[in-house]
């Protein structure tokens, strides 16, 4: 786990400081416009599509606990999982386009499968917006990008076992669930979405990417190691 | 008021394997024939060459090669006192969308079911004596028996470039293969391919259990092949992006190009996609189909006339449009009459994976679809199951799929969802863990069945299917008496742990479990209890045949592709050499 500060912690007050530099194609939406505080752009030359910046703060902030960086492997902050994250939730996956959303909407049971009436890009501003609100009013206003690694933790594992904190909105297993596999997506995904940053996550694993092609190798190693700088699919193309 | 086309003799609704194989078998009847497909054109260098394909996120975690829920969905609930709730998004399994369909995105696997399986009823009977099944159980025979789909089985393996091992030539039982498949006329047509680390761990412990291990048939290509149609194969790469994936080395068989390119050729098919066919039309004695409505690609209704009507879709969607067409009496399960909807089957899984110590190396990655191990010494009536205290059994397989990792992350129970201790633990396990699965039969009971939701709606304004679904104790116990004997073979073979992944105990719509949807419109001896007879041949309608999984009164312990591409092989046949000829039921009611 890092430092009890937290990087959430570091990223909103950067992000604070960062607010005026941000480029206005951050800002897609007069929703984002609203918020006074962005998070600085992902990276040299980009922007985030959706997450406004205290948002991109929150993300952060759960993906280091989610993946933090260590000494096994990459973290999931400096992979790039949040820059993952806010490009599919602008995408057509976080639009819902693929989600059947005709009501009527009521009770279920769990091998019924997701039954919200919302697309996932609408299920996490709310969560983050439910969470937000449930750490101000449970841990001295703080929100939960203030909270410390220890506690976000805590809170997070609370949440995905449907534990006894109620969110004022969304049932907090599910947007803890979607959190977490958008996370681990980004993470083991080709870099070309955003996220596993210089193939990082594949050479922690030994996975060789996009390209391999085995026919001729496979008797070779068999039971043996096979080590290869992986390739994605831009090194490819 | 739709758009009326001039008529032509038949119409194939579902552009997958079976549509494929009926347009191929027919074209050079010299008869009109259409076409068509809900989805999207495809060719190998267009839609699946690399790198672009080998993209899990796109292709195996977001369904860019499936049907959109969108716009086509079904509901789904456990029992008939419960409310069907809609499948919002894909899960369980996953119908294709597209030239091809499903067949794009297979893994590969080819088997031919078991000969049990074609006539379940009489041989427990003939085994066990009458009342051995249990009363709500329904087992029913399928009025064709192995031996007289053999030379089809036959004709798809060869179409399909299948590599495997006989295990059972004319009756004599070959070393290597699976001596518990029914005889086979000659061998496959390619050697099997050359297997994984995990295959050969597999092979060893069952060995030294006493079972009867072999590789499992694989239509990805072992080498370079032509099949008797002239198509061309290319080597399997063994790349591991098979499931889900389309393949750009046409090593995978898909219609896609082993089909369409022929059928395509005479001049008498024509091929119509993005056409999504909404209704078969009945006219008014409503025991004759004038043909069927669809929408095409500006969102007009259209009305294609023809002599016959080959609803060649998706297994669900066949039941689908038979019920809202109003072809055949839909099934009730209050009164167990009715026959559209009628003994809906899935499969049942469960198993143990196998974590070894950092010296043993799998290599994941270096896998194909339908590469895998295993025994049948559990399958169909292989063994004595009623000792047990069950009917039916299952495939066990150590599978080399691949090892792509956003869905590959094997680690042991006990492991952190998150965090450094999650992150060791995927780290240490990813290149040294095997997994031993059961496919598990399910057989057809009263209370599992399809029919029309009475409050959702499609995008195209008609009921979705419904779904009731749950499993019973027989399929229970077989799966979990199965997954124990996986649990015995990783105990066999020397690793670190071994944890059992229970089945399970409810029906959930939510993981991925198999495409393996059967039955609804199930064939059969009797009017009374199937939807087709032993043709595909509609009994109430008899200018309509019904191909695909839908056709199998019940489930059985390995994958359906085999058995749905030799169904229509069949079928085809009849249809050209009798149907065609003097167009009647080919089967007296």
């Known amino acids: 786990m890092s430092d009890e500060s937290g990087v959430g912690r570091r990223a909103f007050f950067k992000t604070v400081g960062a607010a005026a530099a941000l480029p206005l194609v951050s800002l897609p939406s007069a929703e984002a416009q609203t918020h006074d505080h962005g998070a600085p752009p992902p990276a040299p030359g980009t922007a985030y599509l959706f997450l406004t910046g205290p948002e991109a703060a929150f993300m952060e902030a759960a993906v280091d606990v989610f993946i933090p960086k260590d000494d096994v492997g990459p973290g999931g902050v400096e992979s790039g999982c949040v820059v993952f994250i806010d490009r599919q939730l602008a995408g057509a996956w976080g639009k819902g386009a693929r ?34 609100a449930w750490c101000r009013a449970n841990r001295d206003g703080r929100t939960f990008t203030q909270l410390t690694a220890t506690e976000r933790d805590a809170l997070l594992k609370v949440l995905i076992e449907g534990g006894n904190i109620e969110l004022a909105q969304v049932p907090g297993r599910t947007f803890t669930g979607m959190l977490l596999n958008a996370t681990l997506e980004g993470y083991f995904a080709d870099p070309i979405y955003g996220g596993n940053r210089d193939k990082g996550v594949w050479k922690m694993i030994g996975f060789p990417g996009a390209g391999g092609m085995f026919a001729h190798l496979i008797d070779e190693y068999r039971n043996k190691p096979y080590t290869v700088e992986p390739q994605g699919i831009a090194d490819l193309g | ?38 989805g999207a054109d495809r060719s190998t260098a267009e839609d699946f060459s690399t790198p672009g394909n080998h993209d899990e996120l796109r292709y195996a975690v977001r369904f860019d090669l499936m049907q959109n829920t969108a716009r086509e969905t079904l509901t789904f609930r456990h029992s008939v006192d419960q409310t069907a709730l809609p499948m919002r998004q894909l899960g369980s399994f996953l119908p294709g969308e597209g030239l091809g369909g499903a067949g794009v995105h297979w893994n590969g696997v080819t088997w031919r079911w078991l000969p049990w399986d074609h006539e379940p009823a009489k041989r427990t009977a003939t085994r066990y004596g009458r009342d051995a099944a249990p009363p709500e159980m329904r087992l029913q025979d399928w009025g064709i028996s192995y031996d007289e789909l053999e030379p089809y089985y036959d004709k798809f393996e060869y179409t399909c470039a299948v590599s495997g091992k006989a295990g059972n030539l004319g009756g004599k039982i070959v070393a290597g293969g699976n001596p518990f498949e029914g005889p086979r006329k000659r061998e496959y047509p390619n050697p099997p391919l050359p297997g994984s680390h ?18 499992s048939p694989a239509a990805n290509a072992s080498r370079a092949y032509v099949n008797p149609d002239g198509v061309q194969y290319g080597q399997c790469h063994i790349c591991g992006y098979c499931e889900r994936f389309g393949c750009e080395a046409d090593a995978k068989a898909s219609p896609h190009f082993t089909m369409f ?32 409505t669809y929408i095409d690609p500006r969102g007009r209704e259209v009305e294609q006339p023809a002599g016959l009507v080959i609803l060649s879709a998706f297994a669900l969607n066949n039941v689908h449009l038979m019920l809202w067409s109003g072809i055949g009496k839909p099934y009730d399960p209050r009164t167990g009459e009715g026959v559209v909807g009628r003994n809906y089957g899935y499969q049942i899984g469960g198993g143990a994976n196998v974590f070894f110590d950092e010296r043993t190396i799998m290599n994941p990655f270096m896998g194909a679809g339908a590469m895998a191990t295993g025994i049948d010494d559990f399958n169909g009536d292989n063994f004595d199951h009623l000792k047990f205290g069950f009917i039916g059994g299952g495939g066990i397989s150590c599978s080399s799929a691949g090892g792509r990792p956003i869905q590959y992350r094997p680690v042991p129970p006990g492991t952190p969802l998150w ?27 009263r209370h599992n069945y399809l029919d029309l939701d009475p409050t959702y709606r499609d995008a195209f304004g008609r009921p979705l299917l419904r779904m009731t679904f749950d499993y019973h104790e027989n399929e229970k116990k077989q799966a979990n008496f199965i997954a124990d004997q996986c649990v015995k073979l990783g105990e066999a073979m020397g690793a670190e742990r071994v944890a059992r992944i229970a089945p399970p105990s409810r029906y959930s719509i939510v993981p991925y479990q198999s495409t393996h949807n059967t039955g609804g419109a199930i064939i059969g001896t009797d009017p009374k209890t199937s939807a087709l007879n032993r043709y595909l041949q509609c009994w109430d309608v008899p200018n309509v045949f019904v191909t695909g999984a839908s056709a199998f009164p019940q489930n059985a312990g390995r994958n359906p592709t085999g058995p749905v591409g030799a169904l229509a092989y069949w079928a085809a046949e009849a249809i050209k050499t009798r149907y065609l000829k003097a167009p009647s039921p080919l089967v007296p009611a």
Not at chain 2, 12 to 34: H, P, R, S
Request: charged share 20%.
């Open chain 2, 419 to 445: 965090g450094t201790d999650w992150k060791r633990a995927v780290k240490r396990h990813y290149n040294h863990t095997l997994y031993i699965g059961n496919q598990g039969s399910v057989m057809g009971y």
């Open chain 2, 1 to 38: 008021m739709a758009i009326k086309l001039p008529a032509v003799d038949i119409v194939l609704v579902g552009m997958g394997w079976t549509g494929g194989i009926i347009a191929k078998e027919l074209a050079d009847t010299g008869l009109k024939i259409v076409g068509l497909e809900r």
């Open chain 2, 261 to 292: 390119p022929l059928a395509r050729k005479n001049p008498n098919f024509v091929l119509r996609t993005n056409s999504r066919v909404l209704k078969v039309l009945l006219d008014s004695t409503g025991r004759r189909a004038t043909g069927v």
């Open chain 1, 99 to 132: 989600l059947y959303l005709q009501g009527p909407f009521g009770d279920s049971k769990s091998e019924q499968g997701y039954q919200l009436p919302l697309a996932p890009a609408d299920l996490i501003r709310i969560g983050i917006a439910d969470v937000d």
């Open chain 2, 198 to 215: 995990a295959g050969r761990l597999f092979t060893k412990a069952a060995d030294s259990l006493g079972y009867h291990p072999f590789p």
